[in-house]
Every structure is written in C-alpha cells, then in structure tokens.
C-alpha cells in the first residue's frame, strides 16, 4: 500500500538547521510531485515547497524562500527538505504528501496520499 513515512525532526535552536525525509513505498516515486505542509497549535496547515516529479520544478512559500531547499531521489524512493536559519516561527508539524499527478500545486485537496507527520520545534 502507499505509505509516506517522514523524519528528521526535532528540537533545534534558532539559526540551525534540520533535514527532513520523506521514504516513500507501494509507488513509483517517479511519476508524482510531492510537496511539504506543515501546520503550527491553532493555524490551519499551510504549504511549505513542493517539487515535481522530474524534480525540475520547485516551489516555495515566501515565508520560507531563501532558507528551505526541496530535492528529490527518486533512486531511494525519498524526498528532502533541508531547512536553514530556522526561527520559532517554523516550529510545527511537517508532513509529506503525494499529489495526484506530476506537478506542483498548494491545493491540499489534490494530495491523495499523507504522512504521519514529524515535529519540529525551535527555541533557544
């Protein structure tokens, strides 16, 4: 069955970095974009990137361009999102999704398939 699994969460200070995982199974990674939402207490859950699945295309929210870096290896069935200079404000669940086709898109009814979640917390 298709599952999305995510890690690489943490506690983290203000300015470091974390690097997230999605492995992905019971798919072909190749053919689907897959993005990255995350959702902090009391906000609804927000697109973070998204990446399409030749990996040529990459989206990012504003609030995070400069910083996030989204790339894919569809070799290891996994998709990354390196997150620099992180701040409080990026404290939340980050969650894995697999869209229903190959490019990119915010629109969260378009994801079929849905990780667990990892949490990620920064403070000093």
């Known amino acids: 069955q298709v599952q999305l699994v995510e890690s690489g969460g943490g506690l983290v200070q203000p300015g470091g970095s974390l690097r997230l995982s999605c492995a992905v199974s019971g798919f072909t990674l190749d053919y689907y974009a897959i993005g990255w939402f995350r959702q902090a207490p009391g906000k609804e859950r927000e697109g973070v990137s998204c990446i399409s699945s030749s990996g040529g295309t990459t989206y990012y929210a504003d609030s995070v361009k400069g910083r996030f870096t989204i790339s894919r290896d569809n070799a290891k069935n996994t998709v990354y999102l390196q997150m620099n200079s992180l701040k409080p404000e990026d404290t939340a669940v980050y969650y894995c999704?697999?869209?229903?086709?190959?490019?990119?898109?915010?629109?969260?009814?378009?994801?079929?398939?849905w990780g667990q979640g990892t949490q990620v917390t920064v403070s000093s």
């Open positions: 999704a697999r869209r229903r086709g190959s490019r990119c898109s915010y629109a969260q009814n378009e994801y079929g398939y």
